[in-house]
């Protein structure tokens, strides 16, 4: 208001400026009061509720419970990914984004109400004690696992370092249970996992997390030390990666990348946009690359994909990714956990939201999903969320694309397609069919 105050004596106009200026800031001033006593009304009310429930429910709540309820009905009326989370939550969030832990070395899933091991990682507590993949866990230092969920069961399974633990194991063929203990150990989380194929180096990221980039280095130099001179390029599998840490996007787009933006992040304000953008030096050397995406491909694997297709440093294969264009930040709230709040956007170097409508891939290549998992694996894309953030381009793709891949790398048409497309050889009458030009988002 001072400013303007200021011009309008400048331009001599005093009486008329200043007359509007006073009554357009008294009718905000009186708005901005209003709203404010509108808002402590409802925070009353909402305390008012709170303590009649607490009163009067039929049973005694749980107060700590209800509070937890209330602040995250708040934050997901914003959008899917926004949500409050107690120092337990945040505690398991915190672990999932280092990538290591005190732990077994154990992936692991829940069947039939058991914890069903699928796969122990190697060099772990887990594999040099014999655990084998499709055991079933019944039983953690003699507690019954029948009855506890897959996080409780998880959470009792982690501990500091150097502490025993006795499991109990049912493994098809035998007839008795199975006791092995161990001692926990440090966990690294395997965000990448490489293999040569061939003359072409596979490298999978399965999360981004403070752990990828140092697994994704390791995996170029494991390639370059087999294949030398030889490599004819190299396949980055971003299928079914939910994504992760920002940061992480950052440089593993940066490892592929010589110059130029990576990504910008907007927020509310004009002030708030921020770009990143690659340092000289491409560790690929300039190799071709493919990189793999499908339905299952959300957020820092966008941001990787995005960058490399506009940058024109790798073609993709595939079908368009989930469409989550949008940035959570972390706001610790002391000792009671932390908010995930979106606070901005994210848009490829060419200028691109990909929020609720995702990145096409340059070629379009299906899979051939089994009848009977069909049913199970439905297209869904962010738009398909309820209260998703809109893309603020007006376009959006509401079906999504599908997340399978098949277990064997000879049924993965998509892998398929990208080996022999990297090695310039004829593609199989049963991949072009399926092969189609992608549609890409302007």
Do not use: C
């Not at 150097?162 to 690294?188: F, H, M, S, W, Y």
């Not at 820092?300 to 024109?312: C, F």
């Not at 995702?358 to 199970?376: M, N, R, T, Y």
């Amino acid at each position: 208001m001072r400013s303007k105050f200021l011009s309008a004596v400048g331009y001599g106009a005093v009486g008329a400026i200043i007359a509007t200026v006073v009554w357009n800031g008294a009718s905000a001033l009186d708005a901005a009061t209003s709203s404010k006593t509108d808002t402590y009304r409802q925070l009353n009310l909402f305390g008012d509720v709170f303590d009649r429930v607490r009163s009067d429910y039929v049973e005694a709540p749980d107060e700590e419970k209800l509070i937890d309820s209330a602040i995250n009905g708040m934050l997901s009326s914003l959008d899917p990914h926004s949500s409050y989370m107690n120092s337990e939550r945040f505690r398991e969030m915190q672990v999932q984004t280092r990538g290591e832990f005190g732990g077994l070395g154990i992936e692991v899933t829940m069947e039939n109400g058991l914890v069903k091991v699928v796969y122990p990682i190697e060099d772990t507590p887990a594999s040099r004690a014999g655990i084998k993949p499709d055991d079933f866990i019944i039983g953690i230092d003699g507690q019954d696992v029948m009855g506890l969920t897959l996080n409780q069961a998880v959470d009792m399974m982690r501990g500091p370092v150097n502490t025993p633990i006795k499991l109990t194991l049912q493994r098809q063929g035998t007839d008795k249970p199975i006791e092995v203990e161990l001692k926990r150990a440090i966990i690294r989380i395997r965000a990448v996992r490489s293999e040569l194929e061939g003359d072409i180096g596979y490298i999978r990221l399965t999360s981004f997390n403070e752990q990828t980039q140092e697994g994704l280095e390791q995996a170029i130099q494991d390639v370059k030390k087999e294949l030398g001179d030889k490599v004819k390029g190299y396949i980055i599998d971003l299928r079914n990666n939910p994504g992760g840490l920002l940061d992480a996007a950052i440089s593993v787009s940066d490892t592929m990348l010589d110059r130029g933006e990576i990504v910008s992040t907007r927020g509310r304000n004009a002030d708030e946009t921020q770009r990143y953008n690659a340092q000289p030096g491409d560790m690929l050397d300039g190799k071709p690359v493919v990189v793999l995406i499908n339905g299952g491909s959300a957020s820092a694997s966008e941001i990787v994909a995005g960058a490399l297709q506009d940058h024109k440093r790798a073609t993709l294969i595939g079908t368009r990714s989930f469409g989550k264009g949008s940035v959570q930040t972390i706001i610790p709230m002391g000792s009671y956990g932390a908010l995930r709040l979106t606070t901005a956007r994210y848009y490829t170097p060419a200028g691109r939201s990909i929020q609720a409508q995702g990145i096409d891939p340059d070629v379009k290549v299906e899979q051939d999903v089994p009848e009977d998992q069909a049913s199970q694996l439905q297209p869904r894309g962010e738009a398909s969320l309820r209260g998703h953030l809109h893309n603020d381009n007006g376009t959006e793709e509401a079906s999504g694309s599908s997340a399978y891949v098949p277990k064997e790398k000879e049924k993965d048409t998509q892998l398929q397609y990208a080996l022999n497309y990297l090695r310039g050889g004829a593609v199989s009458e049963a991949t072009k069919q399926v092969a189609k030009p992608a549609v890409k988002a302007n």
